[in-house]
């Protein structure tokens, strides 16, 4: 097979760009949340009318968020922002996406108060694993400097 070495244009970059760093992850990110969805759909025991159905209405509702949340994680990519920054700039773009889907999105504006229980808690779950994923981070990168060759001068 032979390997044809002409130039990338700026239109095919960015076209394999959006490919493999947005509808990929999208991919990955909406078939397990549907997955998901459905296990627990089949393992409640609960009548159908309150079951989480998979309604299209609910599949497309899933498939807004998860596209939303890809683009949102190209803020990790990032070589200019801290890390607490990403985590911070995600937290706001994935909440605002929460809250237009589901929230406005959905319909479910119209039931009071406990929209903000709702979103305390997807906040709460969120922050829960942010802090996990830095945990891991700290130890991850600790050990690669424990390991590293280069020692601190001072």
Excluded: W
């Amino acid at each position: 097979m032979a390997v044809d070495n002409k130039k990338v244009t700026g239109d095919e970059s960015l076209g394999r760009k959006f490919l493999y760093d947005i509808l990929y992850p999208f991919g990955l990110i909406s078939t397990a949340a549907v997955f998901f969805m459905a296990v627990l759909s089949e393992l409640t025991k609960i009548d159908a009318e309150y079951k989480p159905a998979l309604t299209l209405g609910n599949v497309v509702l899933i498939f807004i968020f998860c596209f939303f949340f890809a683009l949102a994680n190209r803020i990790f990519a990032s070589k200019t922002l801290t890390f607490g920054a990403k985590v911070f700039y995600h937290f706001l773009a994935v909440m605002a996406d929460f809250i237009f889907t589901f929230i406005f999105l959905n319909g479910f504006y119209r039931r009071g108060a406990r929209v903000f229980y709702i979103i305390a808690i997807f906040a709460a779950v969120y922050l829960i694993i942010a802090l996990i994923a830095a945990i891991i981070r700290y130890i991850v990168n600790r050990e690669k400097s424990r390991n590293s060759d280069y020692r601190r001068q001072f």
